[in-house]
Nanobody, 126 residues
């Protein structure tokens, strides 16, 4: 059973930054894509960013230029650097693994991922 553990969430003011981390219990080096998703209360879960083993990335349009996904295979961890946060970024953020072999818009579809972490809360206030 793949295990994913997120951390780094918290409360920040608009314009602030946070860095989320997701540690996997398995070797991510040659595996399928990993991704970050988020879900706000009353809304559907949406894909935020995905990264494949070639380090190709794909982002939700609303976070392009503000968020950066990266990976460190040596410690089986992916990151999400979030800058210039806005109120609309408030959500529970989830890490997911087992996605498509190469990133594409499909890499941001929740149904593509069989393994999920428990989530970390991000709250942005004015």
């Amino acid at each position: 059973q793949a295990l994913l553990v997120e951390s780094g969430g918290g409360s920040v003011q608009t314009g602030g930054s946070l860095r989320l981390s997701c540690v996997a219990s398995f070797n991510i080096y040659s595996g399928p894509s990993l991704a970050w998703f988020r879900q706000a209360p009353g809304k559907e879960r949406e894909g935020v960013a995905a990264i494949d083993k070639y380090r190709a990335t794909h982002y939700l349009d609303s976070v392009k230029g503000r968020f950066t996904i990266s990976r460190d295979n040596a410690v089986n961890t992916i990151y999400l650097q979030m800058n210039n946060l806005s109120l609309e970024d408030t959500a529970m953020y989830y890490c997911a693994s087992g996605g498509p072999g190469r990133v594409s818009p499909a890499a941001l579809v929740p149904d593509q991922y069989p393994h999920w972490g428990q989530g970390t809360q991000v709250t942005v206030s004015s």
